[in-house]
Nanobody, 114 residues
Framework: QVQLQESGPGLVKPSQTLSLTCIVSGASITTAYYYWNWIRQSPGKGLEWIGY???????FYSPSLKNRTSISRDTSKNQFTLQLTSVTPEDTAVYYC????????WGQGTQVLL
């Protein structure tokens, strides 16, 4: 059974870089055809897909966020990390990591406030 757990600071100052980590258990992030995603939900808004890192390490980002987004991984720790630069109050959201595709399962989410 695959499980994902997000971790990171709950409070970030504007203009700083947000860094969140997703620890994966029950599956290797290098297993073929698995994609490891970040998604967020801002207050009063729908879900917004941020990007993914694939089993091979390739990445793909949402066009609206790609200039500020970087997703990397540490295969020795079986985890992947989101970095979002130059954050603003609009980046306040609950951030989720999820295996895909399809997007399942998800982590429980972590609240980030600016």
């Amino acid at each position: 059974q695959v499980q994902l757990q997000e971790s990171g600071p709950g409070l970030v100052k504007p203009s700083q870089t947000l860094s969140l980590t997703c620890i994966v258990s029950g599956a290797s992030i290098t297993t073929a055809y698995y994609y490891w995603n970040w998604i967020r939900q801002s207050p009063g808004k729908g879900l917004e897909w941020i990007g993914y890192i694939s089993h091979s390490g390739s990445t793909f980002y949402s066009p609206s966020l790609k200039n500020r987004t970087s997703i990397s991984r540490d295969t020795s720790k079986n985890q992947f990390t989101l970095q979002l630069t130059s954050v603003t109050p609009e980046d306040t959201a609950v951030y989720y990591c999820a295996q895909g595709l399809p997007l399942s399962p998800w982590g429980q989410g972590t609240q980030v406030l600016l």
